[in-house]
């Protein structure tokens, strides 16, 4: 490639925050739920790279198609990868995109074929360098790329982006709960690579209580490291759907002696740590089950294929809560609306 930038190029990043920052300064945009991807198009070479810097293009070859047949020969974008499902979208259908077999990889692409969402320009559509220039002019450059480029693509679209903090607060709390939440940008900053200044993601935070169906001990130590959750199904199996981690190291000792206290096999009915999916580690086999008497209420930001994608937060215990209430309905949501913004971006 003789781009004036080229992979490895490390995306801009952003800091958490729990507030949406105000002020003139900042425009804000959707949190899209995928994968970041920079795109590199120069002339019939084209590379999508993810956010570690590791390619990405043989997974989603429906997209480099779609990257190839836009008029511009050379240019660099910084865009979202996602799998649209009905309004929204699905992290679960994103994940399978991710398989080592070519014949796999070419079914899905045409069952779950995926969407590129864009929402800043690196190198124009003229081959220059944009990303020393400030978001204000970037997105200026990114808009008119949009007009000119994108208007009868339906594989690639713009993302949407606003100065109004009222906008950000909609997008925020009246989306759905596949919108990732609001990453506002400092618009008179150029593209910082590698770093998180002048960009802030605010993520949507969800809470439910759960039954404390075991725990792990910390390493190396006799005392309790995490707390492993589970919810019942509709017949009545508790299942592991994550773990929190947040306990105070004063309360760590009293702790454990009290979790030990409530040891009875199986721990979980259903779905236990250790069995077959994605997050298995070796350590996922090495936990104490107990008797499901104990319930907590954390926070938590996405739930994927029926489990905390992350580690949750421990908010508080509820002794008032009867473990039955403890249900799979808590973290079902409604349909996501999120792709409708699209239709609102310029």
Partial sequence: MKLPIQPVYLPMEAIQASEIPLGPQWQYEPKWDGFRCLVFRDNDSVEL????????????????????????????????????????????????????????????????????????VLVDAEGRLVADRSLRERRGALSEFARRYLKESQVIRLSPATTDISIAKKWFSTVGSALDGVVAKRLDLDYRSGERTGMVKVKRLETVDCVVGGFRYATGKRVVGSLLLGLYDHDGLLHHVGFTSGIKTAERKDLTIKLESFTEPPGFTGRAPGGPSRWSTERSAEWVPLAPQLVVEVSYDHVTNGRFRHGTRLLRWRPDKNPRECTMEQIRRGKSRSLMLLDKAS
């Fill in 49 to 120: 790279q993810s956010k570690s810097g590791q390619p990405m293009a043989r997974y989603f070859p429906e997209l480099v198609a779609a990257v190839r047949s836009l008029d511009p020969q050379q240019f660099v974008l910084d865009s979202e990868i996602v799998v649209p499902s009905g309004s929204g979208v699905s992290f679960d259908a994103l994940l399978m995109r991710i398989h080592p077999a070519a014949s796999r990889i070419r079914r899905l692409s045409a069952e779950t074929p995926a969407l590129l969402i864009v929402f800043d």
